[in-house]
């Protein structure tokens, strides 16, 4: 949906979903409808909380643990999860009011796409954002498994995603149009578009046929190149830590002198060595599939 500030298009996106009630007529929604909407004011962010505790404590992506989260039915680690968006693990346990406008968006795009949803409702979600994210976003909504619904002054990012462009030009009207923003530009040029007809006496014409969107190119998403420059630091620092631990074991008293540290250090090493090997795995598989790409 595209048109001018004040045209009414966060206006239509509150009547389609039925937040809003029409000064006439009638909506009517279908059955079984799980929508997920992205607000332009971030409003649904507590500044108060950290980036964890906004997914951990939120009732509907709850997964019984403190650092577990739900994305789409299945239990992810919040501090995976906040990787798949670019957050570090330090950022996980700041305040929401230390991100920055895009980061805020970046949050509360992963807190909307853990949901289980079949209508997805962004309002002017490109504000703010850098390339990265925008890339990112791109991918998600490639990915995204039911219906989207767009407002954007991104003509670009229009034309990357978009399958239907709706004009609100500002005087009441709405007209369809196949395609992203130039593909408008192109049939209002060559007189083209569908608009509701003037009077109930004359049917409108058929939309056009939505245009097929382009296969995706081959290449990593955005989230998994940002994963294989991370994962080598993590690796190195993992292996560190191994390292002091096992330096701590093998000292031959230290289980005589103190049994329960013994115990927590050998607990630790256990862990992060299953750590280790997770990441060890994630870097082959990644790297593997980026060989296969440039060598393909």
């Known amino acids: 949906m595209v048109g001018p500030n004040g045209a009414g298009k966060t206006t239509l996106l509150g009547i389609l979903t039925g937040r809003i009630a029409p000064d006439s007529g009638r909506v009517r929604l279908g059955t079984?409808?799980?929508?997920?909407?992205?607000?332009?004011?971030?409003?649904?962010?507590?500044?108060?909380?950290?980036?964890?505790?906004?997914?951990?404590?939120?009732?509907?992506?709850?997964?019984?643990?403190?650092?577990?989260?739900?994305?789409?039915?299945?239990?992810?680690?919040?501090?995976?999860?906040?990787?798949?968006?670019?957050?570090?693990?330090?950022?996980?346990?700041?305040?929401?009011?230390?991100?920055?406008?895009?980061?805020?968006?970046?949050?509360?795009?992963?807190?909307?796409?853990?949901?289980?949803?079949?209508?997805?409702?962004?309002?002017?979600?490109?504000?703010?954002?850098?390339?990265?994210?925008?890339?990112?976003l791109q991918e998600l909504l490639s990915d995204y498994e039911g219906t989207v619904l767009l407002v954007s002054h991104d003509r670009d990012f229009i034309d990357r995603v978009a399958s239907t462009t709706i004009e609100l030009p500002g005087d009441g009207r709405a007209t369809v149009y196949a395609g992203g923003f130039s593909d408008m530009q192109a049939q209002k040029a060559a007189g083209g578009g569908t608009a509701p007809a003037p009077t109930p006496a004359r049917p409108p014409r058929p939309a056009p046929a939505p245009r097929p969107r382009p296969p995706r190119p081959a290449r990593l998403g955005f989230a998994q190149k940002r994963r294989l420059e991370l994962l080598p630091g993590e690796i190195e620092r993992l292996g560190a830590e191994i390292a002091r631990i096992e330096a701590l074991l093998s000292d031959p008293g230290l289980y005589a002198a103190d049994p329960d540290r013994f115990t927590r250090a050998g607990a630790a090493l256990a862990e992060r060595r299953a750590r280790l090997a997770e990441l060890e795995e994630e870097w082959l598989r990644l790297e593997m599939l980026r060989e296969e790409i440039e060598g393909g």
């Open 32 to 136: 079984g409808l799980r929508p997920a909407i992205f607000d332009q004011n971030r409003a649904a962010l507590d500044p108060g909380l950290s980036l964890w505790q906004t997914l951990t404590g939120d009732p509907e992506l709850a997964a019984g643990g403190s650092d577990q989260v739900m994305v789409r039915g299945r239990p992810r680690h919040v501090i995976g999860y906040l990787r798949d968006f670019l957050f570090d693990e330090a950022q996980a346990r700041g305040p929401v009011s230390a991100l920055s406008g895009g980061e805020k968006a970046r949050l509360l795009l992963a807190r909307i796409m853990a949901r289980e949803s079949n209508l997805l409702i962004l309002d002017e979600p490109t504000n703010d954002l850098d390339l990265e994210t925008l890339d990112l």
